[in-house]
């Protein structure tokens, strides 16, 4: 089986795919990765994905994937994203294509709920404010 991974080489790919993820997925797969150091264009996505049965996407991914992207030549049985929501980056056509689809969305949720809770606390009690003050060498 075939997989290509859409995000581009570098801190992104490095910081969701660590080198156990890569090798697991190489150990399974005959892997083709994004090496532009860019999200590939429409054109490129299309163009990469024929003859691939599994795309991993993630931050850097084209922010649209739609049935263009598969054509009699490609055999996309799922795509596993490595952020979370997938709202804006499938057409909602892929599902009818019968791909499957995977996302970190459930792995994210709590760790983003209490980021969220943190950071209204902190404004609350104007601590970005007092940082500040210290940083300038008041308290």
């Not at 795919?17 to 399974?28: F, S």
């Not at 994905?49 to 009699?72: C, H, L, M, R, Y």
Request: hydrophobic fraction near 40%; glycine fraction near 10%.
């Amino acid at each position: 089986m075939k997989a290509l991974v859409t995000v581009p080489d570098g801190y992104i790919k490095s910081s969701f795919l660590c080198d156990e993820a890569l090798k697991i997925l190489e150990e399974n797969f005959e892997v083709t990765y994004n090496t532009l150091g860019r999200e590939f264009t429409q054109a490129e996505l299309e163009k990469e994905a024929e003859g691939k049965d599994i795309i991993v996407t993630g931050w850097g991914t084209p922010s649209f994937i739609g049935t263009n992207v598969f054509s009699e030549k490609t055999s996309v049985k799922l795509i596993a994203h490595t952020g979370g929501s997938t709202g804006d980056l499938l057409d909602l056509d892929v599902y009818d294509k019968g791909v499957r689809v995977i996302s970190g969305n459930r792995l994210f949720a709590e760790s983003v709920a209490e980021g969220t809770a943190a950071y209204i606390m902190a404004c609350l009690r104007c601590i970005p404010d007092d940082v500040t003050e210290i940083r300038a060498g008041g308290w």
